[in-house]
């Protein structure tokens, strides 16, 4: 079956390192979405990509980075990790054509910045 | 910018009681419109989406869903909760460009 994995699940890091986020779909989605969700925020878009070299900012961007080198992968980076960032960050991807609106997404990956 | 508005962070309910969740949306055109459920340690699942037509959307696990244009609301029902309902529950809106705006999210919590 298709689907949308995260890597890692979990990590611990600390301030000022850089931090790599996998995600990796099967589903051959063009249109790809990193969240991240911290409570009584609900989930607030970081980048997003539409297609292979397409990529955008979204709400909460500052101090994150994604490259979109082929279809499956958009890895998210944060380039100098800050407290703040400790959340849980949610891929996701949804197909190209149409208003589907529906959203397939990873389990999540935890991240603790110390 | 488009918003969308869940006044509950928490809700408990007996097991077997009815439930209704809250979801305000801002003003727009007809709005496209989405519930997840978020259990604890996975990802996002969709119950129902609401695009234009029939205002009562059916879902899975027997939820439903009511689109009301005049009070900008998408409720979402169960006549009878059962335990492995308590999750927490997010509803959306899309965006142009296939991006979904969550709203903060409502903690469902089961007592037997």
């Known amino acids: 079956d298709a689907e949308i994995t995260q890597s890692p699940r979990h990590k611990i890091t600390e301030t000022g390192r850089q931090v790599t986020l996998a995600c990796h779909q099967t589903?051959?989605?063009?249109?790809m979405f990193w969240y991240r969700q911290d409570l009584g925020h609900g989930l607030r878009l970081i980048h997003y990509?539409?297609?292979?070299?397409?990529?955008n900012k979204g709400e909460v961007s500052d101090g994150y980075s994604v490259s979109r080198s082929n279809t499956e992968d958009l890895p998210l980076t944060l380039e100098s990790a800050a407290s703040s960032q400790t959340s849980v960050y949610f891929c996701?991807?949804?197909?190209?054509?149409?208003?589907?609106?529906?959203?397939?997404f990873g389990e999540g990956s935890r991240l603790t910045v110390l | 910018a488009q918003s969308v508005t869940q006044p509950d962070i928490h809700i408990t309910v007996s097991e077997g009681a009815s439930l209704e969740l809250r979801c305000n949306y801002s003003?727009?055109?007809?709005?496209?419109l989405f519930w997840y459920v978020q259990s604890p340690g996975q990802g996002l699942q969709l119950l129902l989406k609401?695009?234009?037509?029939?205002?009562l959307v059916q879902g899975i696990k027997g939820f439903e869903a009511e689109f009301k244009r005049s009070q900008s609301s998408f409720n979402l029902r169960k006549p009878s909760v059962h335990w492995s309902d308590a999750a927490e529950y997010f509803c959306?809106?899309?965006?142009?460009?296939?991006?979904?705006?969550f709203g903060a999210g409502t903690i469902l919590r089961v007592k037997s």
């Open positions: 589903w051959n989605h063009n249109n």
């Open positions: 609401y695009f234009s037509g029939d205002t």
């Open positions: 003003y727009g055109a007809t709005p496209y």
């Open positions: 959306a809106r899309l965006e142009y460009g296939n991006k979904l705006v």
């Open positions: 990509s539409y297609g292979v070299q397409d990529t």
């Open positions: 996701a991807s949804s197909e190209g054509t149409g208003v589907t609106g529906e959203l397939f």
